[in-house]
């Protein structure tokens, strides 16, 4: 109906259907009389979850799962996807159950477990899979200080089972196996998650020194003859690190919030990834470069944390203000 | 939690980071991948990689799309380079040995032992096929400096090939680019292998 036909019709109809200018302001969620006819609903708990951080990144992971999933016709790998959700997912509700969580909704397993089928090839056995969340899930209950789990359990799992098991990792969820038109999907749905977690510094500080290294090596000609820095800049490589740094290198929980340790953080993970790579090559670089920093990070948290024992006993002694403890984690 | 980055900053940020992995992708363009690397040991093979790439590409088109293309590519330039490097280096770098010469006319390769090797983005993968009695009696990967675990296409891949006596592999999921990498190693080891005066 256009504005004209409305204001044609008797100002009791108008005023019936729009509502009142002063009722507009008391509702909530209205915003102009002129614009708006109704009070905005609030959004229902499945928006509510895809406006969060996890449920943003389930949403973007799942969209290259289906990229990914179609053009290779790999239903294996969406099988592995699933197994490894379900896993994971499963064995967060019961430790849930068992702390007596108010909020036992396993959105952690779920995303943990995407990554997990994103990273494993198709062709790894559905126990190796079931094993792989399960080791993850653990790794993020049990590792932890305070309340944070210190590694990144996707990446803490494929890097042990890939030494352990020799598990096939394709990350095909990078897109890798895709022309290369493809890349831009990647690229936007790492733009999207970085901007929702406010990981700017972490990711351009990565790539940017990920790539600065290998440059440099290139330039340098170091590097072996099977792994050469040309070939990290490269399909398929340069799409575990781009997908890396954007799903895995952010992950919240695992990875520090001010700009400050966050650029920290990143130096640590680019400097050991692009060594383990020039050194000894493989596929485990990546991982072994986020969980050096996750360790790196948690050297950090506990060096904070006996100095805000220490503070806080100095507190309790004095009972000087300038002694509190100020730690967020620990407070 | 910090304050957000001004997007001014974000796109300059992603501009230097940009600018970075141009120069060095450009820096490492000139012969120094894996890719370059293995496409000199390519060059050992026989120059019949332009007819392996011409023959297989649109076979494998339809499997892995682009990236196809770039294998093709490859393999002729690496068969381009093996005309004027064959002369110089000839059958020392050992891509057969003792065929037998004889000229029969029913067996469509000849008996002996070919090698073969191809190369993409991932790496580069190098395979012993051995003919006997005219057939396919053993094919062995011989090197696999690829990205990715041997284990993904050794020994399916090879079993396959002696089993159905075809280079008609199924690509294995998870390992598009290795199956590639092994079917035109093995096209090429065939090529050699090829008896000319074969009529069926």
């Known amino acids: ?331 | 939690m910090a304050t957000k980055m001004s997007p001014k900053f974000v796109v300059l940020s992603a501009l230097a980071v940009g600018a970075i992995y141009a120069t060095g992708y450009s820096v490492s363009a000139a012969g120094s991948t894996a890719l370059a690397a293995s496409s000199s040991s390519a060059s050992n093979a026989s120059n019949a990689a332009s007819q392996a790439s011409g023959s297989s590409s649109g076979r494998s088109s339809s499997k892995s799309g682009g990236q196809t293309s770039n294998t093709a590519a490859h393999a002729s330039r690496s068969s381009s380079a093996s005309s004027s490097s064959n002369a110089a280096q000839g059958k020392s770098s050992g891509t057969s040995s003792s065929p037998s010469k004889a000229a029969n006319t029913t067996q469509q390769y000849l008996d002996g032992t070919y090698n073969g090797s191809a190369a993409n983005q991932i790496g580069a993968v190098s395979v012993s096929v051995t003919v006997h009695g005219g057939k396919i009696a053993n094919v062995q990967i011989t090197s696999c400096y690829t990205h990715y675990p041997e284990s993904y296409i050794d020994p399916v891949l090879p079993d396959y090939v002696v089993a159905h006596q075809t280079t008609q592999i199924p690509v294995v999921s998870g390992a598009t680019l290795s199956t590639e990498d092994f079917y035109y190693a093995v096209v090429q080891a065939l090529q050699q292998a090829q008896n000319p005066h074969y009529k069926g």
């Open chain 1, 1 to 331: 109906m256009s504005s004209n036909d409305q204001n044609q019709r008797p100002v009791s109809q108008r005023t019936a259907q729009m509502g009142s200018p002063s009722m507009h302001r008391n509702q909530p969620g209205a915003t102009n009389s002129t614009t708006s006819t109704r009070p905005t609903p609030p959004p229902g708990p499945l928006r509510k979850f895809l406006r969060t951080p996890k449920g943003t990144v389930m949403l973007l992971l799942l969209g290259l799962m289906v990229v990914g999933a179609i053009h290779a016709s790999d239903r294996a790998g969406v099988a592995n996807i699933v197994i490894a959700m379900v896993t994971a997912s499963a064995i967060d509700v019961v430790v849930g159950l068992m702390r007596k969580n108010k909020r036992i909704f396993p959105d952690g397993g779920m995303v943990t477990g995407l990554i997990i089928g994103l990273v494993l090839s198709g062709t790894v056995h559905w126990p190796v899979v079931v094993l792989t969340s399960a080791i993850a899930v653990a790794s993020k209950h049990i590792l932890k200080i305070g309340r944070k789990p210190i590694f990144n359990p996707a990446a803490f799992a494929l890097l042990l089972t890939l030494f352990v098991f020799h598990t096939g990792q394709s990350w095909w969820g990078d897109l890798a196996d895709l022309p290369v038109l493809f890349l831009p999907l990647l690229l936007i749905a790492g733009v999207i998650i970085t901007s929702r977690v406010n990981k700017w510094p972490q990711v351009f500080v990565y790539l940017g020194t990920y790539f600065l290294i290998l440059t440099l090596a290139a330039s340098l000609h170091l590097g072996n003859a099977s792994f050469t820095p040309g070939d990290a800049l490269r399909v398929p490589l340069v799409n575990a690190a781009l997908f890396m740094s954007f799903f895995m290198l952010t992950d919240p929980p695992t990875s520090p919030g001010k700009y400050a340790e966050q650029v920290t953080f990143s130096v640590v993970a680019a400097v050991v990834s692009a060594a383990v790579y020039l050194a000894v090559g493989g596929l485990a670089y990546l991982l072994i470069g986020l969980l050096a920093a996750n360790a790196w990070r948690a050297v950090g948290l506990l060096r904070a944390s006996r100095a805000n024992q220490a503070s806080a006993q100095a507190y309790t002694q004095n009972g000087t203000e300038k002694a509190k403890p100020r730690n967020e984690m620990f407070g």
